[in-house]
Each structure stands twice: as structure tokens, then as C-alpha cells.
């Protein structure tokens, strides 16, 4: 699958009733869309940043879906967003929750970097060394890798069943960073942390 990347950032004041739009107007315009296959939406309340991530069959759909949603997304957000980012990456590697994740679960997101000669490698060490270590940490809910392979950038994110184990997480997902930063030469840009608002994905046709 494809994904679709939007990093929102505004005032946290108004961040409450972006998060209601988007779980409601928002839903309803992308299920509409061909090939729509899903949507996550995070939030850092304190900061006033949002992500939002959307899920598409193939890379030609999500293309077709920026084009046909591009000014109705624009209006939707503008009562909240001061700033937007967005990035279109290939879901390489995807560990979806095995059930509903409850109010307040957690999320980590990554931000890495490589030589697009070694885009295969990370996303195998991922695959094989990452995910396996991430899986047995407690609380852990879910993890895919997102990468753009010709411009060697990527972000992992990490589902935990709560803010709690989102915490406690975090001495042992940093080991599971450094684990793969030096296996697959990869440089590590950042690293985030947000309330999980809602998470869905539906399978594909």
C-alpha cells in the first residue's frame, strides 16, 4: 500500500475541533475516494501539531485523491492550520493493530535517512531485526515503515495500547534505533510522540 503524510501544526486551541473535523468530514470525504483503504489521525494537544496519515491501494490512486481532495483538505483545515507539510511514501513494512486501540493510545514517530542505494537494506533490517525487537516490548500495539525509496527518507511509527506504555517505552524503542541506524548506515533526523485520536484501515478489495 501507499500512504499519504499531512504534519499540521496550529493553534493548540483550536486543535480539539480540527481533530473533530477531520474524524468526521474528513472520514467522509476520503471514503468516497478509489482505492481508500484507510486513515490515521494523531495529535500533539500540548504543541498544536497534528499528523494524518492516509492509506491507498496503489501509488495511482493516492495521486488521483490529492488532486480530486486537494482544495476541499485546504478548507477543512484552515480554521486550525498555520502550517502543512506533506509526504507520499510506500508502506514497506506494516504490523496493523490486532484490535481497536482505546482512547489515548500512543504513538512514536521516527524520522530517518539514508543513501537510496540502501533503502532496501533498512527497510530488511526493519523487517527483520527492528520490528521482532519492537513486538516484544511491553504495550506495543503496532509499527509500519514508510519510506521513499528514490530520496532515501523514511519515518517509523509505533503504536502503543496507551500513554503509559508509551512512556515506558521509550528506553527500549531507543535501543531498537540504534539497532538499526547502525546495521543499515541510516541517520536518525528526529523523533515524536502523539495521542492516538483514531486509527483505521480497511482491507482491500
Known amino acids: 500500500m501507499y500512504v499519504r503524510m499531512l504534519y499540521v501544526t496550529g493553534d493548540p486551541g483550536k486543535i480539539d475541533d480540527a481533530c473533530k473535523t477531520l474524524s468526521t468530514k474528513g472520514q467522509k470525504l476520503l471514503s468516497d475516494q478509489p482505492g481508500y483503504r484507510g486513515m490515521s489521525l494523531f495529535a500533539d494537544r500540548e504543541l498544536g501539531k497534528l ?5 491507498w491501494e496503489s ?4 495521486q488521483a485523491s490529492d488532486k480530486s481532495l486537494a ?32 482512547t489515548g493510545a500512543g504513538f512514536r514517530l521516527s524520522r530517518l535517512e539514508c543513501a537510496p542505494s540502501d533503502a532496501d537494506l533498512m527497510v530488511d533490517t526493519f523487517e527483520s531485526t527492528t520490528l521482532p525487537t519492537l513486538e516484544h516490548i511491553p ?8 519510506i521513499d525509496r528514490a530520496a532515501g527518507r523514511a519515518m517509523v511509527g509505533v503504536l502503543y495500547i496507551d500513554h503509559k506504555a508509551l512512556v515506558a517505552s521509550r528506553s527500549s524503542q531507543a ?8 546495521k543499515a548506515h541510516v541517520t536518525l533526523r528526529s523523533v515524536e510522540e502523539f495521542e492516538v485520536i483514531f486509527t483505521t484501515m480497511v482491507a482491500p478489495s
Open 71 to 102: 482544495e476541499q483538505r485546504a478548507v477543512l483545515l484552515s480554521p486550525f492550520a498555520q502550517t502543512i507539510a506533506i509526504d507520499n511514501f510506500e508502506a514497506a513494512v506494516v504490523r496493523p493493530p490486532t484490535g481497536q486501540l482505546r
Open 139 to 146: 504495550g506495543f500495539a503496532g509499527a509500519s515503515l514508510f
Open 59 to 62: 501509488e495511482k490512486t493516492r
Open 175 to 182: 535501543a531498537a534505533r540504534g539497532m538499526i541506524t547502525a
Open 51 to 55: 499528523l494524518v496519515g492516509t492509506w
